[in-house]
């Protein structure tokens, strides 16, 4: 087991999968309860995840996200969406605009670093169809897709990015 500095350095985003090989329901539920873990505005966890494992379905998301196929390659592809309505509750059109989307993505980086932990690997897809993700998937009215994440073992193990210093990104006052 990786202590969390090696989990957040072995990050990568993955794009080819094993496609023997299965996510395992304990591996896949222990990473949803590290979603559901996430810090979220008013403990209100605004945000609703859908495990799209079907592989028509994850061809239909490969195509609303412009051909991206390692979509339909990946075992798992974990559909986050912001709950608007759930956040405007507690704190109103702040909530609705800004609070959902942020406690859809935290749940969406926790999960990727327990998909790291677990051994699996993962990609953040922002770039789809909102429109045509909701109508795939039957979304109920008002949620709202915010970002798609393959899982799976890896079948690559890319090159570390380079990233910015330090000192370009963070500033001390």
């Not at 309505?85 to 670093?113: C, H, K, M, N, W």
């Not at 109508?135 to 380079?162: D, Q, S």
Request: aromatic letters at 8%; a negative charge.
């Amino acid at each position: 087991m990786w202590d969390f500095f090696e989990t957040v350095r072995h990050r990568h985003s993955v794009r080819q999968y094993q496609a023997d090989m299965p996510v395992e329901d304990a591996k896949l539920h222990a990473i949803l309860e590290m979603a559901c873990a996430a810090p979220s505005a008013g403990d209100l966890q605004a945000y609703r995840i859908v495990v799209v494992r079907d592989a028509a379905e994850r061809q239909g998301l490969a195509d609303a996200a412009a051909g991206q196929h390692f979509i339909a390659a990946a075992p798992v592809c974990l559909v986050f969406c912001a709950d608007p309505a759930r956040s405007a509750t507690e704190f109103g059109p702040r909530g609705e605009a800004l609070y959902a989307v942020q406690d859809t993505t935290i749940a969406a980086a926790y999960t990727q670093l327990a998909a790291v932990a677990a051994g699996l690997a993962s990609a953040w897809i922002g770039y789809f169809d909102e429109v045509a993700v909701a109508r795939l998937l039957h979304l109920e009215p008002g949620l709202k897709p915010i970002a798609l994440m393959t899982v799976g073992y890896p079948a690559e193990l890319p090159n570390p990015t380079p990233r910015r210093r330090l000192a370009e990104v963070v500033s001390f006052r």
